[in-house]
């Protein structure tokens, strides 16, 4: 039992305090106080009831109930708690000394002082402190010794992940100064579908995080098996949650770029959802448990980062589309093609970037954190997509790897990333194209257009891949046209966006196999075949965001000239080179 003051004070009732006195003790209650000479006209109850409830819930823990006279005799009450261990004699509760006793006092004592975190809080909490959290310890979760599932007293019904926090100035550490600076930045931006920060405390030594909601799989876990909260759902429902998905964590993304942020690890295994299947990004400060699991051992080559990673983390792409402004790259096909072919094309930016590989040691110019959040998701939407099409994750990653098998035994592990083998890309978008034609269910007829936004998304040339405010349009759109899904999830506006969408069209006219996204861009203000998109009220729940976090602004020049987006991690690119 957790006791909070509002606990405390409905529990100790004067009857309470009778069921636990004898009858001449009960009736001592409404003497006068045996101190002060008469000058008071207070009773034991009255001090009782005003001043010393928690006094004498730890003498009844100790089975000492009837020493609360003799304590209100000597004026103690609740203020004077905590008592030191080295004071705890003078309150004279045992005929002679007893330390065990006086230690138990001591200890008790805490369980009526709690201090219940609320939401933003830092708590630094003594030694002796009772920390008022609930650790989760079922068998089978997904626990390590740095991130546990918790509960708070005060906050039923909902848990946190909790995660320890190495503290110092060696290697893999965060300063004192460097942690509090992650927990202010972490406090300025929530979100439905990304891990947020709860609060703080420390403890023992130890400094720990609570963020919310805990996660009980990722996408990583679900390529591979799907969990019984998705196989249990009808089949409908759960083709639409997965289309939904795509829209909660495109929007999700545009409320970070929509404040200047990046998230800069986008993959299956920072791709969270719950037994509620809700989905969710891992949070973007160096307190994620993933940046607290890479300090332990930071040789390590991390597989999945390079292999959703965006190219230019990699190696510099052509310059020959140098320019700084990511401009709409949706831009409406020929009316004489089809957006439900099965034929992609996913834009290499020029003949430079033919040869990534020969262009690994080049010099890496600055990079924009936004558009590399673009590519990321769209390969983590194409491994969705796949997951509905009812693909192995497994098959994907060799087919992608195909190109790159030799004769003989043994070799380098296969390089299966993305960005190294858009063509094998190509022709895995086209059988998912081709299947989904073939399906009844009116959702698969939006597979075909979200792979066109995709093909965009994976563009080579940084600047030709459209915005998260762009993607988010056009998966809104096929949602609720193609797949006629009437609500989507998670319909915000973040930083005071115009919903006019310029040249972000997908045109659904004709019958001619064969669609190619252009990558074309017009310059000025009239584009031809532009379409503008009806505009959608904000939620309640966008409107309170604006009002706590304020209107941000992004854009895909914005992000390249903050030097603060700029800090991209520094991979080894040697790793891969292929020579």
């Not at 965001?545 to 914005?558: K, T």
Request: with cysteine.
């Amino acid at each position: 039992m957790w006791w909070d003051p509002s606990l405390i004070e409905a529990t100790v009732t004067r009857q309470f305090v009778c069921s636990h006195l004898l009858p001449e003790e009960i009736k001592r209650l409404d003497l006068p106080l045996g101190f002060g000479d008469g000058l008071t006209d207070g009773t034991y109850w009255e001090w009782i009831d005003e001043k010393a409830k928690r006094i004498f819930l730890i003498l009844l823990d100790l089975g000492v109930p009837d020493q609360i006279f003799g304590l209100i005799d000597d004026s103690w009450d609740d203020d004077d708690l905590p008592i030191p261990l080295d004071q705890i004699e003078r309150l004279a509760l045992t005929p002679t000394r007893d330390d065990k006793f006086d230690r138990r006092f001591y200890t008790r004592q805490f369980h009526y002082l709690l201090k219940f975190m609320e939401k933003g809080d830092h708590i630094v909490y003594d030694d002796p402190d009772v920390v008022p959290i609930v650790v989760d310890k079922r068998p089978g979760l997904n626990l390590n010794s740095a991130v546990d599932r918790v509960e708070l007293p005060n906050r039923p019904g909902q848990a946190f992940s909790r995660r320890r926090i190495p503290i110092g100035t060696g290697p893999g550490l965060l300063t004192e100064d460097e942690f509090y600076h992650e927990i202010n930045k972490a406090k300025n931006f929530e979100n439905d579908h990304l891990m947020c920060f709860y609060g703080s405390y420390v403890h023992h030594g130890s400094v720990y995080v609570l963020f919310t909601p805990p996660s009980d799989f990722n996408l990583k876990s679900l390529l591979v098996t799907m969990p019984g909260s998705l196989k249990s759902m009808p089949k409908q429902d759960r083709r639409q949650l997965l289309m939904n998905w795509i829209h909660c964590l495109v929007d999700s993304l545009c409320y970070l770029h929509s404040r200047g942020l990046s998230h800069g690890n986008i993959k299956p295994s920072t791709v969270l959802f719950n037994s509620d299947n809700h989905i969710f990004y891992t949070d973007i400060s160096r307190l994620s448990a993933e940046a607290l699991a890479n300090t332990t051992d930071r040789s390590t080559f991390d597989k999945e980062s390079y292999d959703y990673a965006a190219p230019e983390q990699w190696y510099r792409p052509s310059t020959s589309h140098s320019s700084g402004h990511r401009k709409s790259t949706l831009i409406s096909p020929p009316s004489s093609m089809s957006s439900d072919s099965s034929t992609f094309s996913i834009s290499r930016g020029g003949t430079e970037t033919q040869n990534p590989a020969s262009m690994l040691h080049s010099p890496t110019p600055s990079l924009n954190p936004q558009a590399a959040d673009i590519f990321s998701l769209g390969c983590v939407i194409l491994e969705l997509i796949s997951f509905q099409m009812k693909r192995q994750t497994r098959a994907f990653a060799s087919h992608r790897a195909a190109k790159h098998k030799l004769a003989g035994r043994g070799g380098a592990v296969l390089d299966s990333s993305f960005h190294k083998n858009i063509g094998q890309i190509e022709s895995w978008m086209a059988v998912l194209a081709k299947d989904a034609s073939k399906k009844d269910d009116q959702v698969f007829r939006g597979v075909a257009p979200m792979l066109h936004v995709v093909a965009r998304m994976l563009s080579i040339v940084p600047h030709e891949r459209p915005t998260a405010q762009e993607v988010e349009q056009c998966t809104y759109k096929i949602l609720t046209e193609d797949c006629l899904i009437a609500e989507p999830h998670c319909v915000h506006q973040y930083g005071g966006w115009d919903f006019g969408l310029g040249n972000l069209h997908i045109s659904r006219g004709g019958g001619v196999e064969g669609f190619n996204i252009a990558t074309k861009r017009h310059s000025g203000s009239g584009r031809p075949g532009s379409a503008r998109l009806s505009y959608r009220p904000m939620s309640s729940s966008s409107v309170q965001e604006r009002d706590v976090f304020g209107a941000g602004s992004s854009s895909g020049s914005q992000a390249m000239q903050n030097p603060r987006l700029n800090k991209v991690r520094t991979w080894q690119a040697h790793i891969y080179a292929g020579n």
